[in-house]
């Protein structure tokens, strides 16, 4: 057997070993996206959305049923929003009691829509080192800012961004089906205080005062 055949044999046995490597190196360690923001896609927040920047009150974005947006001192059912990420960095703003959605017109107006218009309710997020948030129009690029107290129709494009605190939203406690009793605390006077024996059980007279 020549050099030349021996060193052909010799790499031949090599090339299924180097195969079974690479294979379980993959398995073990699969390669990681290279942008952290893909895994908010898809993800869905429920915030108040509040704002102390240089407004004329503290104010929450509230999306009311006639599609008016304005500044609500307090929380409220219709300032609790529903925050869902369209693509990395990119969010849609739905008001979950009025579901009407957060839009802003070519003028800086914003407005509450039954129906999602990509290009008037689609809002960029960037997230800031204090905890607060701003918000721009994807499309018009203007920045998210709530109208002045007794004036949501006022043009609000030439003046910059406000910063947002976002607030996380509890949700409501379900409620019971009718007919059926919450559960009541044990009676701690009682001989069977978790009431495992039954209720003919009657209470033992050493626990009467």
């Avoid at 999306?63 to 307090?74: H, K, N, P, Y």
Wanted: proline fraction near 13%; aromatic fraction near 6%; charge should be negative.
């Amino acid at each position: 057997m020549g050099w030349e055949e021996a060193r052909s044999e010799h790499l031949g046995l090599w090339v299924p070993v180097l195969a079974v490597l690479l294979l379980e190196a993959c398995r073990a360690h699969p390669i990681p996206d290279s942008s952290p923001l893909l895994q908010f896609g898809g993800q869905v927040r429920q915030r108040y959305l509040y704002t102390d920047d240089a407004q004329e009150t503290e104010a929450h974005l509230e999306i009311r049923a006639d599609g008016t947006v304005v500044g609500a001192a307090r929380r409220s059912p219709e300032s609790l929003l529903e925050l869902k990420a369209l693509k990395p960095g990119v969010i849609q703003i739905l008001g979950v009691k009025t579901s009407r959605f957060l839009c802003q017109g070519p003028d800086g107006t914003l407005y509450g829509s039954l129906h999602f218009d990509p290009v008037a309710c689609s809002f960029r997020e960037l997230l800031l080192e204090v905890g607060y948030n701003i918000y721009h129009s994807e499309t018009l690029g203007l920045p998210l800012r709530l109208p002045p107290r007794n004036s949501p129709y006022r043009d609000l494009a030439p003046r910059g961004p406000a910063r947002f605190l976002p607030l996380p939203g509890l949700l409501p406690a379900p409620l019971e089906p009718p007919g059926v009793p919450g559960p009541q605390p044990p009676d701690v006077g009682s001989s069977d205080p978790l009431s495992m024996v039954g209720p003919s059980q009657g209470r033992s007279p050493s626990y009467t005062s």
